[in-house]
């Protein structure tokens, strides 16, 4: 295990014991939280998820808790998405922008009352943000980040291992959709979630004394089913063309350039937060887009440092902002944010080091 030393400033998830105990050899740093990324053999933990289940702890995802009698007004004004037709219990996927309409977080958010909402954040600071918000509009709602901690349950055996927990109902539930449960007198919210496209579960821990209990449970009910350890999987969602805010956003990137144009409503009322910026980008039409880069050659080439220039014919179009062996294409692949004007098809040139050019190709996203 790496030496870490949790703190008020680099804090332990509730599972935190449990990974430890589990070998966890790498993680990064998300929410000023540990987030577990791998317990010593990456290539497995790619397969278990694409084949079987793998069990992450996602605590780093915090809640930003929003209740009170106004707290549906306030979600609405950090959301350009429409949730007047959010129902209790749904949930959905919202890009958070500031005035300007650049992205600043894109959580799930959770109706789980009229008045109680959860934003289960992305890594940035919104409970800042979501108070600021209130005070300045005047709204009656209280801002805090609750005792609530994601683990996740992903791939397509992931349905079975929650379901042995917590029974049948939870194959019924539709994609963002939750219910509050209990489990050995451990209250949780199961979700349909998760940041894969394998498909599986998000169990929202509701007490952070149980988090080993939890983990405990969820592992021995995987047995059956090979569940594995790991972290949120970047071959994998990479592949799939999930989005990492902060990642693969700057500090101008909206909406539009990284293709969440169907997350977002310009029809929402005046004061919801950077909607008259967005309607602006939105009528003039954005001036980049994100498109997939496929790297020729076959050999494995991780992503070497920030933000990697791209180049049609000696000039800048973007930046590559991640990239990882493919292991199902066996390519190397990655996100091109680049200039509106750069095509399908079109051949480019990544700086990958100085003096290391490599060549490849826009493609359209999803890869798989
Ligand atoms: N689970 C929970 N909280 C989270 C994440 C999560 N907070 C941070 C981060 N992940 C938020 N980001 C995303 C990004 C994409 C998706 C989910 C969370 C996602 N997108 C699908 C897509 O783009 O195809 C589906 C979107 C839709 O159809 O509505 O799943 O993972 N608790």
């Known amino acids: 295990m790496f030496n870490v030393f949790p703190t008020a400033r680099l804090r332990p998830s509730p599972f935190f014991h449990a990974i430890k105990a589990e070998g966890c ?10 987030l577990p990324a791998s317990f010593g053999d990456p290539e497995k933990e790619y397969w278990d998820l694409i084949e079987r289940c ?29 949730l007047s037709n959010q129902k209790i219990g749904q949930g959905k996927y919202v890009p958070l922008v500031n005035h300007q309409g650049t992205v600043i977080n894109d959580p ?45 349950v992903q791939g397509p055996l992931a349905e079975n291992v929650v379901a042995s927990v917590f029974g049948d109902w939870v194959r019924d539930l539709k994609y963002f959709w939750f219910n509050e449960a209990e489990i050995e007198g451990i209250p949780v919210a199961v979700q349909r ?13 509701r007490d952070g004394s149980r988090g080993t209990d939890l983990w405990n449970i969820v592992k021995e009910a995987g047995q059956p089913y090979g569940i594995g350890n790991g972290g949120p999987t970047s071959p994998e969602r990479v592949e799939s063309g999930l989005i990492s805010v902060g990642s693969d956003t700057d500090s101008r990137t909206s909406p539009f ?5 169907r997350f977002v409503n310009t029809d ?11 309607r602006l980008i939105e009528a003039q039409g954005a001036e980049r887009r994100v498109v997939g880069i496929v790297l020729d050659g076959d050999e494995p080439d991780p992503f070497g440092f920030h933000w990697e220039p791209i180049s049609i014919d000696g000039v800048k ?48 996203m999803p890869f798989i």
């Open 25 to 34: 050899t790498s993680a990064s740093i998300y929410n000023r939280m540990i």
């Open 268 to 278: 929402v009322h005046d004061g919801v937060i950077g909607i008259q910026a967005l």
């Open 108 to 152: 799930i958010v959770l109706k789980l009352r009229e008045d109680l909402w959860w934003f289960s954040i992305a890594d940035s600071d919104i409970w800042f943000w979501a108070r600021a918000i209130a005070a300045e509009r005047g709204l009656d709602v209280e801002i805090s980040e609750p005792d609530v901690s994601p683990l996740a």
């Open 193 to 205: 979630s998760g940041w894969s496209k394998q498909g599986g579960f998000e169990i929202y821990l």
């Open 317 to 364: 179009v973007g930046s590559l902002t991640n990239s990882v062996f493919s292991p199902r294409l066996k390519k190397n692949i990655g996100y091109g944010l680049v200039n509106a004007d750069v095509q399908l098809g079109d051949r480019v040139v990544v700086t990958r080091a100085p003096g290391k050019d490599v060549e490849g190709s826009a493609v359209a």
């Open 54 to 82: 793998v069990m992450w702890d996602v605590g780093a995802e915090r809640q930003v808790q929003l209740e009170g009698p106004d707290a549906s007004t306030l979600a609405q004004i950090l959301s350009p998405r429409d």
């Open 257 to 261: 350039d990284i293709g969440l144009d």
